[in-house]
């Protein structure tokens, strides 16, 4: 954290997850599901290629 603004590679990687989602979708990576220790309603996953991060990221669409 700097300031009052969030920097570094998950704060990238969650900007660009979020990004990716189409419109009325919420989409998270595999690791930030993971960490909440909790379950939630999939509606699929997909790869993305993330600008700026060398490996895919596996991105959770949650039913909602």
């Known amino acids: 954290r700097s300031g009052t603004d969030y920097v570094g590679t998950g704060v990238t990687i969650a900007a660009r997850v979020g990004a990716a989602a189409e419109g009325g979708e919420i989409l998270a990576s595999r690791a930030s ?5 909790r379950s939630f309603p999939e509606a699929g996953t ?18 909602w």
């Open 33 to 37: 599901l993971e960490a909440t220790h």
């Open 46 to 63: 997909r790869m993305l290629e993330l600008k700026g991060i060398p490996e895919p990221t596996e991105a959770i669409a949650i039913r």
